[in-house]
Structure formats: C-alpha cells, structure tokens
T-cell receptor, first 111, second 115 residues
Framework: KNEVEQSPQNLTAQEGEFITINCSYS?????LHWLQQHPGGGIVSLFM???GKKKHGRLIATINIQEKHSSLHITASHPRDSAVYIC?????????????FGKGTHLIIQP | DAGVIQSPRHEVTEMGQEVTLRCKPI?????LFWYRQTMMRGLELLIY????????DSGMPEDRFSAKMPNASFSTLKIQPSEPRDSAVYFC?????????????FGSGTQLSVL
C-alpha cells in the first residue's frame, strides 16, 4: 500500500515569502495531483503531473519519480494563498485502491 | 459553464433517516467521482463512474451507501439508514476522461450532519 506523507503539516509565513510544500510517497506511481482547499471548503485541482515540472502563475509543481517526491512552490505568497494543500498519488490506473491522499498542509499567509 | 453543482449545501438529519446527495457534473465530462472528507481520515474516494457506469466502488464504506448515475448529467449518493459517523463533507467531482490523468473539477460539497 502506498503511503503519502506531506510536510509540513502547518505553515505560517509572511506575505511575499517563497513557500515550499513537500509530498513523499512510498511506491512508484503513475501520476500525482495537487489540490487546494480554500477556507470555505471548496476544492480546486491545481496540477496533475507525472514527470518534470509544471507552472501556473505563481505556483510551481515538481516531481522526481526516482526519489518518489513532489514539491509545490508558491512564489511571492499572498494572503489569498492561505488554504490547505493536498497531494494525491495515483497508482496504476487509479480507482479507490489506487488513490492515496496526503493529510494536507495547512498554509497561512499573514499580511 | 456553471461547474459541478451539488445539492444540498447542508443537510442535517436524524440517525436512521435516508439521505440523498445530488450532483450535476460539468457538461461533456465522462467521469464522475464521489469523495468524503472528515477530520480523522481526510479525503477519501468513495466511488467513480466512467460514462455513467460505476467503475470502482471499493471505497464505499458499507452497504448503507449506494450511488447511481442514471444519465450523463446527474448522480446521487444515498445513505440508508444514516448514522452519526456518516457526518462529513461529501464532494462530487468530474473530469473530462478517466481519473488519474485529467484535471478534476470539484463541486462545493455537501456538509452532512447526522444527529
């Protein structure tokens, strides 16, 4: 069974700081997703990646398949980035058994 | 497009009652997913459909839970009878094709409280 560990669990930073959230998994995967859950509860899918790096605005996601590790970076952080960030590892073709969710990283950006 | 629409937003019911949660996926999306989120267990995938057919329901906790997708634009998640431990936020999501390799679009969720 795949184990997914996120770190840190909680992170408080000042506006403008560079943020890194990490996700490590124990077995080889076919893809990894980063989700963002806003304080109101809504969930947004940020990235799906299976190799390399993806960038969208101030958000960058990277994955290293050999090291079984992914990172989510936020440049020039802003209070509106405050949210819970969840990584989801996809094993094989997915499905209930093939998905492993991280517990999430609670990020607070203070003005 | 209006996005994934879930109803109701909040549901409060008494133990033993039947609860039905509803979801309208984004038009044209072929896959639909039901998730449950609790403080203890985080996000869990309950079931997913591809082209209206249930592909994997191994995440459904027990027989009290059932899900249907009678057509491409509507799905229900039913709990009968409901129990207090079913209290959670239930999310529906859809994607253009099968999950794993496509971006997911989530609904706003249904906050369920079973008293």
């Amino acid at each position: 069974k795949n184990e997914v560990e996120q770190s840190p669990q909680n992170l408080t930073a000042q506006e403008g700081e560079f943020i890194t959230i990490n996700c490590s998994y124990s077995v080889g995967i076919s893809a990894l997703h980063w989700l963002q859950q806003h304080p109101g509860g809504g969930i947004v899918s940020l990235f799906m990646l299976s190799s390399g790096k993806k960038k969208h605005g101030r958000l960058i996601a990277t994955i290293n398949i050999q090291e079984k590790h992914s990172s989510l970076h936020i440049t020039a952080s802003h209070p509106r980035d405050s949210a819970v960030y969840i990584c989801v590892a996809v094993l094989g073709r997915g499905g209930a058994d093939g998905l492993t969710f991280g517990k999430g990283t609670h990020l607070i950006i203070q003005p | 497009d209006a996005g994934v629409i879930q109803s109701p937003r909040h549901e409060v019911t008494e133990m033993g009652q039947e609860v039905t949660l509803r979801c309208k996926p984004i038009s044209g999306h072929n896959s639909l997913f039901w998730y449950r989120q609790t403080m203890m267990r985080g996000l869990e995938l309950l079931i997913y459909f591809n082209n209206n057919v249930p592909i994997d329901d191994s995440g459904m906790p027990e027989d009290r839970f059932s899900a249907k997708m009678p057509n491409a634009s509507f799905s229900t998640l039913k709990i009968q009878p409901s129990e207090p431990r079913d209290s959670a936020v239930y999310f529906c999501a859809s994607s253009l094709r099968a999950w794993g390799f496509e971006k997911l679009f989530f609904g706003s969720g249904t906050q369920l409280s079973v008293l």
